[in-house]
């Protein structure tokens, strides 16, 4: 029998068989053999053991169309990255590190930033230029008023969808409202520090049948919240190549390969001299870039 993994807690998968019957997995020996873990998202093959107690082994895991290390999530469209306009403010830092892991897995990306009801039309038009104009789709909404949700849900119809971001951003409040049998836990804001409790600790694929028809099917995977991310794999060399904006600009640089960060008559710098690329993401990325250069090396 196939079926695709909903969710994963503690070596037990939950597997969707195409209806709402949904069975208790463990996996087979032969993947901890051959080094391989079952991912939320993947399509496999399970025996059942007890057919009324809804108790099975996944048996094989289909090929995987793509994976991702950080959510650990398989057989994704697109990422929908959810930030809040204020309260907590946007971290920069982690919302540019999401966007390069995403460039990387050649994942399109959705920016949406909630709590559009509490922030000022000056805060939006911030965001909108740092990230609308070096190419990522950008859209505004407030879970609490509804605003801006027909159109994320028009971008999500027919899409199996990742949505990920740190905590207190309205993960949870968002997907209540999407598909309000999750009955998810939404947790309180703090209001001393404007942080909010991770309440997802593992990564669930939810079925919207709103938004599905015999067609098109449309899922989201919620995600745990996240404070900081680490750049794997990416070097201070590849960073430029993770910043779009930089690409038409690179070949007016005196110097081939460069840094973009004090070398002489680099278009890049040029540029942003010129505000045809945005400060805060050019400020961002010398942070990043100085991380990188610091990192200790990773032997193996």
């Not at 107690?53 to 959510?71: D, M, T, V």
């Not at 990416?234 to 930089?246: G, I, K, S």
């Amino acid at each position: 029998m196939q079926g695709r993994i909903v969710k994963g807690i503690a070596g037990f998968y939950y597997v969707n068989t195409g209806s709402d019957r949904v069975y208790e997995c463990k996996a087979k020996g032969i993947f901890r053999k051959d080094n391989i873990k079952p991912l939320v998202g993947d399509d496999v093959e399970i025996e059942i053991i007890d057919e009324e107690a809804g108790i099975g082994n996944i048996s094989k895991i289909l090929p995987r169309r793509n994976s991702l290390i950080r959510p650990p999530v398989a057989n994704v469209d697109q990422a929908v990255v959810l930030f809040a306009i204020v309260k907590p403010d946007p971290n920069y830092n982690i919302l540019d590190k999401f966007l390069i892991q995403m460039r990387k897995y050649e994942l399109p990306v959705i920016i949406c930033f909630n709590k559009q009801d509490i922030a000022t039309k000056e805060e939006q038009q911030e965001l909108m230029d740092a990230y609308e104009k070096c190419g990522y789709e950008v859209i505004f909404i407030s879970v609490h008023e509804g605003a801006g949700i027909d159109e994320l849900c028009r971008r999500l119809k027919g899409k199996t969808s990742v949505v990920a971001g740190p905590s207190g951003v309205g993960k949870s409040s968002l997907l209540n409202r999407l598909h309000p049998e999750a009955e998810m836990e939404t947790g309180e804001l703090s209001k001393k520090i404007h942080r909010g409790k991770n309440t997802t600790r593992h990564s669930e694929m939810f079925f919207i049948s709103a938004l599905s028809d015999e067609k098109d099917k449309t899922y989201i995977f919620d995600t745990p919240g996240f404070t900081s991310l680490a750049l794997k794999d990416v070097t201070v060399d590849d960073l430029p190549f993770y910043y779009p904006e930089f690409e038409p600009y690179e070949p007016e640089c005196r110097f081939g390969g460069c840094s973009h960060i004090a070398e002489p008559d680099c278009g890049v710098k040029r540029a942003l001299e010129e505000g045809k690329i945005s400060k805060v993401r050019y400020d961002n990325y010398k942070i990043i870039y100085e991380e990188l250069k610091n990192m200790k090396p990773n032997y193996k």
